[in-house]
C-alpha cells in the first residue's frame, strides 16, 4: 500500500481539499489569508514557501506529519 505524501510540487488547494487536518501547520507558516488566497488554487508547496522565505523542507515535514497522525483518514 502505497502512503500519500505531499511534496513541493503539491498545490497548496489540493493540501487543503484532501488533508484537512494540514489546516493549523499552514495556518501557523503562512497565516489565515492562505485559505482565501486566490494563489492557493496554482501555487505549489515549494512556490508558496519561497515567496514567505520559508523553509520548504521544515513546511513538507511538518505537512506529512499531520497528515500520518493516528486515526486520520488519506
Do not use: Y
Request: aromatic content about 6%; proline content about 5%.
Amino acid at each position: 500500500m502505497t502512503t500519500a505524501q505531499i511534496t513541493k510540487d503539491t498545490k497548496l488547494r489540493e493540501v487543503l481539499e484532501r488533508w484537512p487536518e494540514t489546516a493549523e501547520v499552514l495556518a501557523r507558516f503562512f497565516g489565515e489569508g492562505c485559505f482565501t488566497c486566490p494563489g492557493a488554487m496554482i501555487e505549489t508547496i515549494e512556490f508558496a514557501a519561497t515567496m514567505h522565505s520559508l523553509p520548504v523542507e521544515k513546511l513538507l515535514e511538518e505537512l506529512n506529519a499531520a497528515i500520518k497522525q493516528p486515526g486520520q483518514s488519506e
